[in-house]
């Protein structure tokens, strides 16, 4: 019995989107979701912002946000934008924890890297202890480890430190209390170039953070990708 459960688990046999039953369930891309939603999922693609990654629609070069301030970042990537059934997407991996999503999330994220960033080591962003408790999970970590297993190095560079809730600040405080809140990690060595990852970019001051600190340890260029930006 406990056998079927995890098998339904780790195989689902419904779409994470719609709920309807998968013909062919299994981990492999394509599978986990079913035809018409994985028609209906559209990855970032056309013009888009060259320092965030946010898809242009009157702009040219920058968004407007970019325009406005800098990024210790170089330049970001995302494979979709959060909302429609990409939101359902991660939604689901993140907070329904679909576990097996993560091989399909692993592997879009793989034909990214290798197109765009080739051979650059992987950089999780940390998660927080305390979801982890709640959650039971980490979801960037276990997208690490698919991504490892295809042969990206991945150097778990970053500690999180405690610190207070992030939803109700503003992005200057966010940014404050995001430098505060990521370290590099006591005796590390930074590659001179490298890939942070993590799953959803909105207001940027994770992966500010994250990017501030990389630097600070020696990184001349850092590079993000998230799974969804908003
Ligand atoms: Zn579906
Ligand atoms: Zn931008």
Redesign the pocket.
Known sequence: MAILRLADYLFPRSCPLCGLPLLAPGPAAGAVLCEGCSGKLKPIQGEV?L????PLISELG??M??RERSWPFDAAMSLYSYRDEAAALIGAYKFRSRFSLASFLAEACAARLESRWPGLPLVPVPFRRKKIVDKGWDQVEALSKRLEARGFQVLRLLERLPSGEQKRLGLEARLDNARKAYRLKPGETVPSALVLIDDVFTTGATAAACAEALKDGGAATVYFLALASD
């Open positions: 912002c320092r965030c990654g946010k920058l968004c946000r970019c």
